[in-house]
């Protein structure tokens, strides 16, 4: 008969319960310490966010999505930034398709993620599974909401309570919705409805909307102006439709003559960019304060796939994520040439900037 003492039994049973807390520890991402001004970069198909350290302009840090869940995150996508109450937030939405090419053929069926993050520690804080795919998820400005899209027929906007996560809102729009975004001045959502051509207008405080806006076709996103205006990128109408946050109409369409990639505007000088992804490029626009209008100012090289645009505060130097060249393109504002490119990860798409 074989005999096993009560020593060696619990020998025995402290080394497995060391090696299984040794594995659990060795699948646990370490915390960091991100306290300094950032980029971070969501790269669509490694699921992992490059940090790059603004003050030198290189990757500091690579950060695992991977939640220890029981789904898979596939390709993560658009990415934006909170700080409240001294502590800072990241969400980035998970569709769980490749949208590089464009945002055509969404699937039926496919859910969606939304996920948050610490943005010092660099660690998922919570894994939101939503019911269809989503193009971004977004906080309100207070930081007690978190909004985001459902890419649907039957479009929606799920609003979130920030703390608990539990779903406060239910808000239909159409056909299609991508991207939700918030003015400047936080009075207003929008959300823009790629199959019906149009932009819902919503109310963050009643949840209501409040206009419907035609714009071009195929719209993804209206972009936030720090001018009034919201500027919506047309995808398959190859334009930006520019809307006045306080009428709601539409004031200007500019003609660009390629597919764009997003919009991002700068108040400091004066400018509206916008990247062209077949040709690698980023156009610029200046504000011309007599005839009170857009115009063309010139166009500089970024690298293949050139998507996503972010600012420093300053306004002086952009960073332009690069899907099909595995980069970010860093560009001097001022005289508009590009300084470097910084390797990141595969598909790198959203962008945002903590400083």
């Known amino acids: 008969m074989l005999r096993i003492s009560y020593g060696a039994f619990l020998l025995l049973a402290i080394t497995l319960f060391s090696a299984c807390r040794k594995h659990v520890m060795d699948d646990m991402p370490m915390e960091k310490n991100i306290d300094y001004p950032a980029a971070y970069v969501v790269n669509g198909e490694d699921a992992t966010v490059s940090v790059i350290r603004l003050s030198d302009q290189t990757v500091s840090e690579t950060l695992d999505l991977m939640t220890g869940s029981a789904e898979m995150v596939m390709w993560p996508h658009h990415i934006y930034h909170l700080q409240s109450l001294g502590e ?15 945002h055509a053929g969404a699937m039926a069926g ?114 936030v102006g720090y001018d009034g205006k919201m500027y919506v990128d047309n995808e398959d109408g190859k334009s930006v439709s520019v809307i006045n946050v306080a009428s709601d109409k539409v004031v200007q369409t500019i003609p660009l003559g390629f597919m764009p990639g997003s919009v991002a505007h700068n108040l400091t000088k004066k400018e509206l960019w916008v990247t062209d992804p077949e040709n690698g490029k980023v156009h610029y626009w200046t504000w011309d304060d007599a005839m009170q209008d857009w115009m063309h100012g010139g166009v500089l090289q970024a690298a293949a796939g050139a998507h996503a645009i972010g600012f420093t505060t300053d306004g002086n130097t952009a960073y332009v994520t690069n899907q099909m060249a595995q980069s970010v393109s860093v560009i001097n504002v001022s005289n508009h040439t590009k300084i470097k490119d910084i390797i990141v990860g595969k598909k790198p798409n959203g962008i945002v900037l903590k400083q």
Do not use: C
């Open 88 to 102: 800072h937030r990241l969400t980035v939405a998970v569709p769980g398709m490749d949208l590089s090419e464009g």
């Open 110 to 223: 496919m859910k969606g993620k939304v996920l948050v993050l610490d943005a010092v520690k660099g660690t998922v804080i919570k894994d939101l599974e939503v019911p269809v795919m989503n193009h971004n998820a977004v906080y309100s400005p207070d930081g007690k909401e978190i909004w985001t899209s459902q890419m649907d027929m039957a479009g929606k906007v799920l609003v979130y309570d920030a703390a608990t996560y539990t779903l406060k809102n239910t808000i239909a729009v159409g056909m299609e919705p991508a991207e939700v975004t918030f003015s400047a001045d936080g009075t207003k959502v929008y959300v823009a409805n790629g199959g019906d051509d149009n932009v819902s207008v919503i109310s963050p405080a009643t949840k209501a909307i409040i206009k419907t806006i035609d714009v071009g076709d195929n719209p993804v996103a209206a972009w």
